[in-house]
């Protein structure tokens, strides 16, 4: 574990030019991996977000901040393009020079101002809600259809090869490092049993069948930002795993976290379940939002994407669990394997329902 990154935020503070001190800092967001803070200065009362970025996620901290500059600069002339009240993140340099600052451990951080009037939601609270977002994703990818999508950095490398994130479980629970493999038997066969649907998405790509776009990569309701009055989606945060992927993972992971009416970690499995209504409000958004942008086939291909993340996130988080915690962060004990556990129930109603959400796609083609 690397230090509370508490102790670092005076210099970093300074570094930005945010006349703050620490205690005018307070921990925000429910990020699983980087930490977030809230500033605002007593003087004037300026906000800003301050965050480091996570060293264990993030190997190439320079490439995440190359990528999440050239973005939102881009989007921000698309944006002034396209008219509306959208707004784009605005990083701080610091007085350091480069694109963020590296504190004395090496750690980086960044800082950008609060963007004023909006609201972070973390749950769908309403299918209004929920749609909002999905027309902010769909956006998002219309927006930047055009963007080069060969010069984004993989900032982690294989993030959704799906393929090796199962080889990386089955290694994970050949070591079996922390002595826990034996109490998740079932799960682990859970995912080996679908080992063919892990390759679903990656042989469309291979093959041409599916384009590689500029994609979000972590499309949770909680990293749009809504406007206060009209409840619309007005920007998209957390950018740091924008790299060229597949559009049905944008729309899946979506689906994952906001159509059910559980936390992730949710303990009583009863209460976890696919809501196909959620799942179709969010598809209507979606497509509306991408406004044509998206193929044939890209459109046929949906439900993977939902299928996939799910099944996928189901599979880091046993992963982790099993090497002891170490990239998810947790706040008591087996809550890696409980996150674990609503995924497989969210997938295994996915299958359950599968008809019904092709039929779903193919009504909004
Ligand atoms: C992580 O930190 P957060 O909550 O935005 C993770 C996503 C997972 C998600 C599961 C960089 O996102 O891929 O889907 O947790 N981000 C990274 O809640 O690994
Ligand atoms: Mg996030």
């Given at each position: 574990m690397t230090e509370r990154a508490e102790v670092y935020l005076k210099e970093v503070l300074a570094a930005f030019g945010i006349r703050a001190e620490e205690t005018d800092a307070v921990r925000s967001g429910q990020g699983h991996v980087n930490d977030t803070f809230l500033v605002t200065e007593p003087e004037g009362g300026r906000r800003f977000v301050v965050q480091r970025i996570s060293p264990a996620a993030f190997k190439r901290p320079d490439q995440v901040m190359e990528n999440v500059t050239g973005v939102t600069e881009y989007l921000r002339r698309e944006i002034e393009k396209d008219g509306g009240n959208w707004r784009a993140l605005q990083f701080l340099r610091p007085g350091t020079g480069g694109l963020y600052y590296t504190d004395r451990t090496g750690g980086p951080w960044r800082a950008y101002p609060f963007v004023g009037k909006t609201v972070c939601y973390?749950?769908?609270?309403?299918p209004e809600l929920f749609a909002a977002s999905g027309r902010a994703f769909g956006r998002f990818q219309r927006l930047l259809r055009?963007?080069?999508?060969?010069?984004?950095?993989?900032?982690?490398?294989?993030?959704?090869?799906t393929e090796d994130r199962l080889a990386k479980l089955k290694a994970a629970a050949a070591e079996d490092r922390m002595g826990r493999a034996e109490e998740c038997q079932e799960e682990l066969r859970f995912f080996l049993d679908r080992e063919a649907d892990c390759s679903v998405a990656l042989r469309a790509q291979r093959e041409g069948v599916l384009p590689l776009r500029v994609t979000?990569?972590?499309?949770?309701?909680?990293?749009v930002l809504m406007d206060?009055?009209?409840?619309?989606?007005?920007c998209v945060i957390d950018l740091d795993t924008v790299m060229p992927g597949l559009s049905i993972n944008d729309f899946g992971d979506s689906i994952r976290f906001?159509?059910?009416?559980?936390?992730?970690?949710?303990?009583?499995?009863?209460?976890?379940?696919?809501d196909v209504g959620l799942f179709e409000t969010y598809t209507k958004a979606f497509l509306e939002g991408a406004g044509g942008t998206l193929t044939e086939k890209e459109i046929e291909y949906l439900p993977w994407g939902a299928k996939l993340m799910t099944l996928e996130c189901g599979i880091r988080f046993l992963t982790d669990y099993l090497e002891g915690d170490v990239y998810f962060h947790t706040e008591r004990e087996k809550q890696n394997l409980d996150r674990c556990r609503t995924q497989c129930k969210l997938v295994s109603d996915m299958e359950a329902h599968w008809g019904e959400l092709a039929e779903i796609v193919k009504k909004y083609r």
């Open positions: 973390q749950t769908a609270e309403s055009d963007y080069p999508a060969g010069t984004l950095h993989e900032t982690i490398p294989r993030f959704h090869d979000h990569n972590d499309t949770k309701l909680n990293n206060e009055e009209t409840g619309e989606g007005v906001g159509a059910n009416h559980c936390a992730e970690d949710e303990r009583d499995l009863s209460k976890v379940s696919l």
